[in-house]
């Protein structure tokens, strides 16, 4: 399977998707630079990722930041030896605390491998991550899709893809992520390219400041 790697992999999948559906050539036109957002694969990026869960990006980067303040290198064996306790100091909800304590444990005692899950079929890695408690659909679909540059996972359940979407077709409402899912489905082999040109449509639509990256975006369960 393909992996997103470089900006030469993006620009073949942006090719791609114009090809295939030529409602994309005016989103694509407007969107500006694609970026690729790619994050090294592990503990950290994952952490980073459940950390961004429903919250602003601002408030994001200050939590994860303490965090590595907190704990340098972060690493699981770390923050299961700093304890739920000392996590209150980086900002840490108690969901979120239970949610990094218990990947920390999955990936020391060997259940949970994240190296190996990057070379896993999506379905297949999808259903290890979501067996963590406090990792859900969306969590698990950011990884891949950033630290696994998976080239076919399309987040329907993320805010700004659904918002982006709806807009660029003309929507009444915003779709669910339902909705959202079955309108990406045509851009199969390429939905982790498309997510990624949607987000960009998004930061055109909202401004800057509200383009979501990797580590921080929003989602709706």
């Avoid at 630290?147 to 669910?176: M, N, T």
């Avoid at 449509?201 to 383009?211: H, I």
């Amino acid at each position: 399977m393909r992996r997103i790697e470089t900006i030469d992999d993006l620009a073949d999948g942006l090719a791609a998707l114009r090809a295939q559906d030529p409602r994309l050539e005016p989103v694509i036109s407007a969107a500006g630079e694609v970026p690729l957002r790619r994050l090294e694969p592990g503990f950290a990026s994952l952490c980073s990722i459940v950390i961004s869960q429903q919250v602003s990006r601002a408030s994001a980067d200050a939590i994860f930041t303490r965090l590595c303040r907190l704990i340098d290198p972060l690493s699981a064996d770390a923050v299961l030896a700093l304890g739920a306790e000392r996590l209150v100091e980086a900002g840490l909800s108690r969901p979120k605390q239970r949610t990094l304590l218990a990947l920390a444990a999955g990936i020391t005692d060997g259940r949970l491998e994240l190296d190996r899950l990057c070379e896993e079929p999506a379905e297949a890695a999808m259903t290890e991550l979501v067996g963590v408690p406090g990792i859900g659909p969306w969590t698990a679909e950011i990884y891949l899709l950033f630290c696994a540059g998976h080239p076919d996972i399309f987040p329907s359940r993320d805010l700004a893809l659904q918002v982006a979407v709806g807009e660029a077709f003309g929507l009444a409402g915003r779709p669910d992520h339902r909705e959202t899912a079955r309108i990406a489905q045509s851009w199969t082999p390429w939905r982790g390219v498309a997510a990624r040109l949607f987000w960009a449509y998004y930061r055109e639509l909202k401004g800057r400041e509200a383009a979501p990256t990797a580590a921080m975006t929003r989602k709706i369960e």
